[in-house]
Every structure is written in C-alpha cells, then in structure tokens.
C-alpha cells in the first residue's frame, strides 16, 4: 500500500514553539503552569503534564513565585491585567501571528470601525481576538451573515484556522450588509498551506487520514475539507482508532493532521498503516 504524508502535515511553528516553551521552562524550573490546555491535543497535553507542566483553571491556582505561561491561542486582557497586578512569572507563548491579528483589531477599530471576527464561537482564539475591543460581533457561518444587521462601517479579520471557503462564503453575505466594509485575511499562512496540500492529495488517493483531537476546530475542518473532495475520509487522534476495513480495498493512503498533531502521532499512524 502507498502512503503518502502532506508535506506540512502537523505541528505549525505557532504550536510548535509553544509547545517547545513549555518543556524547556517546565525542565528548567521542575514545574510551569497554563491557564488551560497550551493546544488542543489531549497527548500534547498529558506529555507535558507528565514533564512538569500544568493545566489550571484560573490564576489563583497558581502557586506562589511559581511561572505561568499564556498559550498559543492568545489571553483575554482582564487575565494579562490580573497576573501583572500579582506581580506574576509570566511567559508569553501565544503565537506571533495571532499577536498580529489582535494588532489589526485594533487598527480596524481605531479608523471607527465595528469589528467582525470569522470564527468559531466559544474557541479560545476567537475570545481573546473578540476582547482586544469592544462589542465584537462574532459571525461563523453563512446563516449568521445573512441574520446580520447592516452596518454602515466594519472592518473584518478571522480566526487564523479558519477555512478559506468559509471565510469567502461568509465575506459575500457581508459584502451586501457593510457599506464601507475593510477586510483584512488573517488566516494564517500555515493553515493555507496545509489546506491546499489536503486537497491535492485527496484526489490522487484511496483513503485519507487526518489525524487530530476531535477538540480541535483546525483538525475538524481539514476533515470536512478532505470529505468534499474524497468521501473515504477518516479523522483519529492516534493509530489506535484506525479501522482495517477503512483500507480494505485501498492502494493508496493520503495522511495529514491539525496544527495542535506533533510528529510522532503521525510517524505512529503510519507505521500502523504500513503493518496493514
């Protein structure tokens, strides 16, 4: 059976130097904290708990003296204004192009206008993008844009996992509602690049595979991208929950993850594959 690996399948180097952070500050000092999950991707996770790196649910958990350290996602304001009041061991880890969309915001806001974030609701990214001003609309699919109300000025920005087909979709509605309308495309450049490898590689093979927490918004899109174009898609959060049947009469095997997939779960898929 031929398996063929997406070129940029897995960890972006957002994710990636988040990750790496917290091991190094975890080895260094016996123990960090992280206000929630630093990606989402329960192995990631579970390894960094067992290196010495926490997960708390507010900053009072924290011990004192002890580091915290503010995830890839990004924080809301009110949590950054609150660990600086305490005078606490702070370690940015959000990535760098999130910081910049959180930049555009704010320049959007500043030429008066109404900000609307692509994205979707409650994701950790759309809540600290949506905190940098005030009264965010958060609009994440085309039913939404159509209930939307008109608005004479809006600047737009989206989440920077977001699918370009979504986005697109959703920025026509916009277009008939907004009568000064700026939009700035913040999806991010990893997250293009990894869709447009999914889709070339669903339509020259048999099966594809994306591997991926089912809590992860970036993994459940590439699924959904892959199933329009290949209907023998399949998403797993590691080798394990692969089926035999999927490849039963399969020559060739696509495989690609999320952003929050580190390299060994997708060196594991494989090799599972390959002993099929």
Not at 13 to 37: C, I, P, Q, S, T
Not at 101 to 110: G, P, Q, T
Not at 184 to 189: A, P, Q, W
């Amino acid at each position: 059976m031929k398996i063929i690996i997406a070129k940029n399948a897995g960890y972006c180097f957002g994710v990636r130097d988040a990750v790496n952070m917290a091991h190094d500050v975890a080895k260094k000092e016996g123990e960090v904290y992280m206000l929630g999950d630093i990606v989402h991707n329960e192995r990631v996770v579970e390894d960094l708990d067992n290196s010495g790196a926490k997960v708390v649910d507010s900053l009072d958990e924290v011990p004192k003296d002890a580091t915290v350290l503010f995830r890839a996602h990004g924080t809301k304001n009110d949590i950054w204004d609150e660990a600086r009041e305490k005078k606490m061991n702070i370690i940015d880890a959000t990535c760098p192009l999130v910081h910049k969309i959180h930049e555009d915001v704010k320049n959007l806001y500043a030429e008066g206008r109404k900000i609307i974030v692509i994205g979707d609701h409650g994701h950790d990214e759309v809540v600290a993008i949506a905190d940098q001003v005030p009264k965010t609309i958060v609009i994440s699919s085309v039913e939404e844009a159509i209930a939307q109300k008109r608005i004479r000025k809006a600047g737009i920005v989206s989440q920077s996992t977001q699918s370009i087909e979504n986005v697109q979709d959703i920025i026509k509605i916009l277009m008939t509602k907004v009568f000064d309308l700026r939009f700035v495309n913040t999806i991010c450049f990893p997250t293009k690049r990894n869709q447009n490898q999914i889709k070339d590689l669903a339509k020259i093979v048999d099966t594809m595979i994306i591997i991926g927490s089912f809590t992860s918004a970036n993994s459940k899109r590439l699924t959904s991208l892959s199933k329009l174009i290949n209907k023998n898609t399949y998403q797993v959060t590691c080798a394990d929950e692969l089926q035999d049947d999927w490849f039963s009469k399969s020559e060739s095997v696509g495989i690609s993850a999320g952003a929050s997939t580190p390299d060994y779960l997708i060196e594991e898929v494989s090799n599972r594959i390959s002993s099929l």
